[in-house]
Structures are given as structure tokens and as C-alpha cells.
């Protein structure tokens, strides 16, 4: 069994940062993708960045530029100038398929998710 554990997560104002963090504990796989989602309720999970076993990185055209993943603990997520339309339940995902996706569907673990939420 894998547990995957989100923190970093809160309430800022417009233009600040935040770094949200996720651990892996339990049965550890050599996990090929790990990335980082978020749902407003309502809305379909949607892909915000991912990272490859062999460093390839992808972001969501919406974060592109203010947001960094990087591999620390198992995943972590550096997000600057932050904009109410950020606001979210950000949700750590890892997966054991080949290939870059943001596709929720290609990813095998979940986290329980942390709120941010971005006040203007």
C-alpha cells in the first residue's frame, strides 16, 4: 500500500507564493511520473505539472512560468504570483506508466489533496 501525504497548502493573498510538498510512505515503487493536480468543486480534476523518472517536465499553460516542480521528498511544487484563479484542492499524483500525461486517468496513486485558497 502507498500513501501519498500533501502539505503547504493554505490561504494567501494575490501575488504570493507557496510551496506545497508530498511524501511517499508504505510500499515505495520506482514510480516513472509524479505530478501535481487540482479540482475546484464542480469542475474535472485537471493537470497543473508533472515530472518524468528521466527529468522530462510539464506544465499547464496556466502556470507556465509561475509555477516549478521539482523532484524533493517525492514531489514537491513551487508557486509564485499567485492569482484567485489558482484556488483549488492541489492533489499529489504518481504513476508507473512510460510517457509524459497530465491525464489523471494515467496515474495510479492519489494524495488526499490541500486546499490553497488565493484572495485578491
Known sequence: QVELVESGGGS???GSSLRLSCRASGRLYNFSRT???RQIPGKAREGVAM???DGGIGYDD???GRFTI???NLVDLQMNSLRPEDTAVYYCAAG?????SLNPGDYNFWGQ???VTVSS
Open 12 to 14: 494567501v493573498q494575490a
Open 35 to 37: 505530478a501535481w493536480f
Open 51 to 53: 515530472i518524468n523518472s
Open 62 to 64: 496556466s502556470v507556465k
Open 70 to 72: 521539482f523532484k524533493d
Open 96 to 100: 508507473l506508466g512510460v510517457g509524459s
Open 113 to 115: 489533496g490541500t486546499q
